[in-house]
């Protein structure tokens, strides 16, 4: 049961990673060289817990679908999950001895860089049964790896009355064979610029899904749909850390369009929910960073 009643409006699904965030990283390492960053912070990583945190944060209700670490990074997440009231009845946790999912992320100014180990299945497995106890009107899948190793996600949640929205999370291994026809089965699909360029390089170009929204950064973010292209310029901002801010976004766009409201108003969302997640260390909403501080897993400069 989530701390909003017993039914949620969001399940959101993919892998939990610890993340390891070096910020004020002066340039990005090459083999053989060192650099030193000027700040630090450990945290629940991962864009479904991330997604799920600003639903919550924007006053819906959110279900995570994911495997949970043990080990030492264990204690940390949950701390950072059950702090920002995600409800986690759909998790389980990690097979004793499955390694930590970790993502080491560079960040320096404008650009970023990440070193990612992924260990295990995606996702606990789900039934609709399962599903359809939540009451979600909505499933956000994290990462489009998550949806090619599991596609059966797309029967659930459509036998539960569930619209869909998929992020990219752009993985190499995944071919466009495979991904086209589940990119096109979902309801939204928000990759960013690079993962676009990507995907039309490979044939598939925009519009790949019934909504598709691009997040540009600091360009802002573009919707193409049935009524045509719309663009929203960027929130200005000086950048603290700007990882999870697509996830972020997609919360924000998330929660204005199961409002009913218009493609432009849900980019203006998505784009003011990324802002406010770059001012922050972690990818976490502003108010979860500082009950997360007190527990001791950030390191400041």
Not at 1 to 11: E, F, I, K, L
Not at 33 to 61: D, K, N, P
Not at 116 to 124: C, E, I, K, L
């Amino acid at each position: 049961m989530s701390a909003h009643g017993p039914q949620t409006d969001v399940v959101t699904v993919g892998r939990v990673y610890c993340d390891l965030i070096f910020t004020d990283v002066p340039r990005m390492p090459t083999m053989g060289t060192e650099v030193y960053a000027g700040g630090f912070g450990m945290h629940a990583g991962g864009g479904a817990a991330i997604t799920a945190a600003h639903l919550v944060a924007q006053g819906r209700s959110a279900t995570l679908a994911a495997i949970l670490p043990g080990g030492a990074f264990g204690p940390m997440i949950r701390d950072e999950l059950h702090a920002a009231e995600i409800d986690l009845s759909l998790c389980r946790s990690a097979e004793p001895g499955t390694e930590a999912q970790v993502t080491a992320a560079l960040v320096g100014g404008e650009d970023r860089a990440f070193i990612t180990h992924r260990s295990g299945p995606a996702a606990p497995r789900l039934n609709e049964v399962a599903l359809g106890r939540t009451g979600a009107q909505h499933m956000h899948i994290a990462e489009l790896a998550t949806l090619v190793e599991m596609p059966e996600l797309l029967t659930m949640a459509r036998a539960a009355g569930m619209t869909v929205s998929l992020d990219c999370s752009w993985d190499e291994t995944v071919g466009l064979t495979d991904a086209a026809p589940l990119i096109a089965a979902v309801d939204v699909f928000l990759p960013n610029a690079a993962e676009a360029e990507r995907l039309a390089d490979m044939g598939a170009v925009p519009p790949v899904a019934p909504i598709t929204v691009i997040k540009e950064g600091a360009k802002g973010a573009t919707v193409w749909s049935k009524g045509g292209r719309e663009h929203a310029p960027a929130k200005r901002v000086t950048p603290v850390d700007t990882t999870g801010a697509g996830d972020a976004f997609n919360a924000g766009f998330l929660h204005a369009w199961l409002g009913g409201q218009p493609l432009d108003a849900c980019l203006v969302a998505g784009n003011t929910a990324g802002a406010r997640a770059i001012g922050v260390r972690g990818g976490f909403p502003p108010q979860r960073a500082a009950h997360v501080a007190q527990l001791g897993h950030e390191v400041l400069p």
